[in-house]
């Protein structure tokens, strides 16, 4: 992984204002900096109505 990358997560962590965000930011930094941070395709939840057979669906 660049160390852009690192750079970027660790300075949103500092400016997060939220404890649990900057805390999420700082491991995405810390896979990062080992290159061991992974992205998966983009996949966006569909909602359906309750009655249906599977109430969320994951289309991609």
């Known amino acids: 992984m ?3 990358r690192v750079v970027r997560y660790r ?3 500092l ?3 939220a404890p649990e965000k900057a ?3 700082r491991l995405l930094a810390d896979e990062a900096e080992q290159g061991i941070l992974c992205f998966s395709p ?3 939840a569909v909602v359906k109505p309750a009655g249906s057979a599977s ?3 994951l289309d991609t």
Do not use: K, P
Request: glycine share 0%; proline share 0%.
């Open 15 to 17: 400016a997060e204002h």
């Open 23 to 25: 805390r999420i930011l």
């Open 55 to 57: 109430a969320v669906s």
């Open 2 to 4: 660049t160390d852009s």
């Open 11 to 13: 300075r949103l962590a």
């Open 42 to 44: 983009l996949r966006t």
